[in-house]
């Protein structure tokens, strides 16, 4: 990995990080993240007002200190759940930094990420996030293709070797990869597929 930061550079670390994401509650169930760095400090947030199961077509991605990192926004109509990320607070006329979208609009299709940059950039999101098991594959032209960029799985309680629910899982984000980035597509992936029962019964991808 280059180390280039596709959102803030703060968050590109030099060895491979495991980023600690707790789905939490402001007034309902479910309703936002808070992201941990491997010695417990808060570092990411999103926080969300209304019913979970609520769609929502503005995301956005915070520092701890409340400072807007990534605005997120659902392209609508889209068949295929197409979703822009800016940097910061989005203005008026402000071109997006990346796209992701549904491979296939049937079924329970991979993710694709367009990084808008010179040069461009592609990634894809494999396996059930539902279950969170997938990873994050840069995809761009002249990237190595065996192996992953990021990896969404089940936490384990190191003292006691238990693996805890679904509401706490890792990140884990190998070296110069941006970990806003990637936290910004988990808020995607939790908009997209969320805790579908019916991706929770499909295998794996066979390339995970």
Known sequence: MSGVAIVDERFCFPD?????????S?????DGFIVYDPNGEIILRFDSYGPDSEPKHELILMDASGKCLLTLLRKTPSLHQRWEGFFG???EGQHPIFSVYKSSIIGQSNLMVEVHGD????????GSFSRR???IYNTSLGAPSDDHVAE?????DPSTNVMLGKDVFWLCVKPGFDGAFGMGLVLILDQVYGDDTYDDE?????TL
């Not at 491979?16 to 939490?24: F, M």
């Not at 040069?119 to 494999?126: A, D, L, M």
């Not at 969404?152 to 384990?156: G, N």
């Open 202 to 206: 499909q295998q794996i991808d066979a």
């Open 26 to 30: 402001v007034f309902f169930p479910g």
């Open 16 to 24: 491979e990080t495991n980023l600690t994401v707790r789905k939490t």
């Open 133 to 135: 098991c997938c990873k």
């Open 119 to 126: 040069p461009s950039e592609e990634y894809q999101v494999k």
């Open 89 to 91: 607070e989005r203005l």
């Open 152 to 156: 969404i799985k089940r936490k384990v």
